[in-house]
């Protein structure tokens, strides 16, 4: 089993639409949570941490569940800008990540 | 906020050649860099830590006598492709954590090994 599980997609939806991104991860003991954004060819950059009592940044909102072990990242009113592949991310401790396999999302006119 | 740079951006070399990639945190000191290999369409995988003074931690299934790290100074990290080979061929990112253990991600290294 993965350590951090994400549906690829691709995502694919309208302009305006909100879409729902959905990631799990194996290990009870992780302690911090993200979402970053990577473009095609470029570094992730970070979007969000998620927190327990979840966090909202815009359009974009995190929840965490850590009973389930789950996060979730929802986009509302999508925009083409928001085309890209996002990936939750895990820190065990010590700064040392763990990603997911991103979920691509292409966003439409 | 924090840049870390990386170099070259794109390196294009022959199988049995040793490749260098430096990554540098040019605004702030890092005590602890993170050096990562994407396959295409795929995730990132951790490779090392790498402590300042001191020898890298490899994750498990990384070579440590493939992939040298060297962490010389608190501002800079180089890893070393020891004879690439095609299947060496991948997107090297390293990141740096500042004191306040934010992350930040270098541009990447697009390494192709003919």
């Known amino acids: 089993r993965k350590e951090v599980e994400q549906d690829p997609g691709p995502f694919n939806v309208p302009e305006g639409a909100t879409v729902a991104f959905n990631c799990t991860y194996s290990?009870?003991?992780?302690?911090?949570f993200f979402w970053y954004r990577q473009d095609c060819r470029k570094e992730p950059k970070l979007l969000m941490s998620?927190?327990?009592s979840g966090n909202e940044d815009g359009r974009f909102t995190a929840q965490l569940n850590r009973a389930s072990q789950y996060i979730s990242l929802l986009i509302r009113d999508s925009k083409l800008s928001d085309s890209a592949t996002y990936l939750c991310?895990?820190?065990?401790?010590?700064?040392?990540?763990?990603f997911g396999g991103g979920t691509r999302l292409m966003v439409k006119p | 906020g924090a840049v870390v740079s990386q170099h070259p951006s794109r390196v294009i070399c022959k199988s049995g050649t040793s490749v260098k990639i430096e990554c540098r945190s040019l605004d702030f000191q890092a005590t602890t860099m993170f050096w990562y290999r994407q396959f295409p369409k795929k995730s990132l995988m951790l490779m090392a830590t790498?402590?300042?003074?001191?020898?890298?931690?490899?994750e498990q299934g990384v070579e440590k006598d493939k992939f040298l790290i060297n962490h010389a100074s608190l501002t800079l990290s180089t890893l070393t492709v020891t004879s690439a080979h095609p299947e060496d061929s991948s997107f090297y990112i390293c990141?740096?954590?500042?004191?306040?253990?934010?992350?930040?991600f270098g541009p990447g290294t697009r390494l192709t090994v003919l």
């Open positions: 790498s402590n300042e003074g001191s020898k890298a931690t490899y």
């Open positions: 290990n009870s003991a992780s302690q911090s």
């Open positions: 998620v927190y327990s």
């Open positions: 990141s740096a954590t500042d004191r306040t253990d934010t992350q930040y």
């Open positions: 991310v895990v820190e065990l401790g010590g700064n040392m990540l763990t």
